[in-house]
């Protein structure tokens, strides 16, 4: 249970913080949030779990986030999703 309380957590979290980059640009309420349920998730995964398998939570969490980040940007997959339109 402890595991899906986690993956939960931090889905989410990488989740609102891709929707922040790619759909609502600037820091905004939605980028803040998914900020800090990611660092719940890692606050979960301190409280829960052993020590060295915190860290290993860590690193994954933020090789995982980076990963997403960088993929999204650099294949243009977002650029079907992402607003292109201005309004002058």
Do not use: D, H, R
């Amino acid at each position: 249970m402890e595991i899906l309380v986690l993956s939960t957590l931090l889905l989410i979290g990488l989740i609102l913080l891709l929707v922040e980059i790619i759909f609502i640009p600037g820091t905004t309420v939605v980028g803040i949030f998914g900020f800090l349920v990611s660092g719940a998730g890692l606050v979960f995964a301190f409280l829960n779990f052993e020590y060295s398998m915190a860290l290993w939570i860590t690193g994954a969490a933020l090789v995982i986030n980076f990963g997403a980040v960088w993929y999204g940007f650099s294949s243009g997959v977002w650029n079907k999703f992402s607003l292109k339109s201005t309004q002058t």
